[in-house]
């Protein structure tokens, strides 16, 4: 299957679940952030603010942020990229390219977060289980990550997005760990989705 018959076949299947299944997938994978070991003592998260098929972080980003973490969201700023800039609450939002909602803060310098204390939240239209991301085709993620050093990555998607395989290439770069939160046993999911410490599960990323 190629990138693109991978993305409508998912986004297909996108909408024909229920709104109030995405719903409660969206509240667990909150849940299972919050209680998350790496992002319980990490001081700066980024995170995304949901397009309209992807899990709605919202409620684990004010958590964060009430926390005292330093919450960081992507801001398109050309065809080809992204900057993260600080959110400070909801109503230090403005709507950004594509219709993202994006905070008004301050732009975080990229060279501040290749350390132990920063979890990067990565959305995707698909995963599979060696961490491979299939994004919305326009790569800014791949080029985002390949400047940030090497903070753990975490895959954030719905359960059915999850599939066999993705088909990746020499840019594409692997997220560390994937959330994987079945509404009824989240407990037990959360200590069986790490890929190790190892960042080569691509064999194209030196
Ligand atoms: N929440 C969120 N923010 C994000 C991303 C993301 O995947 N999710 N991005 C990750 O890269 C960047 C934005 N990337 C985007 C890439 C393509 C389209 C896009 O093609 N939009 C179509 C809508 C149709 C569709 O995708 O079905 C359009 O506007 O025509 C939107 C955002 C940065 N911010
Ligand atoms: N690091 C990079 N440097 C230069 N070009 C890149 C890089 N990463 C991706 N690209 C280019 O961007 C385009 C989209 O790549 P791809 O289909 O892998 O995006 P994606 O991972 O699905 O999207 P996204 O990361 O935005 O969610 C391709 O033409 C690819 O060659």
Not at 4 to 23: A, I, K, T
Not at 81 to 98: C, H, I, K, N
Request: glycine content about 8%; overall charge negative; aromatic content about 6%.
């Amino acid at each position: 299957m190629t990138k693109q018959e991978l993305r409508n076949s998912v986004r297909e299947q996108l909408r024909e679940c229920s709104p109030e299944e995405l719903s409660r997938q969206s509240e667990a994978i909150c849940e299972w952030l919050l209680r998350h070991p790496r992002v319980m003592v990490a001081d700066t998260v980024v995170a995304y603010w949901c397009l309209h098929d992807e899990p709605d972080l919202s409620n684990a980003i004010d958590a964060l942020c009430k926390q005292g973490k330093r919450v960081l969201l992507p801001c398109v700023t050309s065809d080809t990229e992204m900057v993260l800039r600080q959110y400070d609450g909801p109503t230090s939002m403005r709507t950004g390219a594509f219709g993202i909602q994006e905070p008004i803060g301050e732009e975080a310098d990229i060279d501040s977060l290749n350390n132990d204390s920063t979890v990067i939240l990565v959305p995707g239209v698909a995963f599979d289980n060696n961490g491979n991301r299939l994004g919305r085709g326009k790569g800014y993620y791949d080029r985002f990550l390949q400047n940030a050093g090497r903070p753990h990555t975490i895959g954030i998607c719905f359960d059915l997005q999850i599939v066999g395989e993705v088909p990746y290439g020499e840019h594409d770069i692997p997220v560390d760990e994937l959330v994987k939160v079945a509404i009824d046993n989240c407990q037990k999911l959360t200590n069986n989705n790490l890929f190790g410490n190892g960042k080569n599960n691509n064999p194209y990323i030196p």
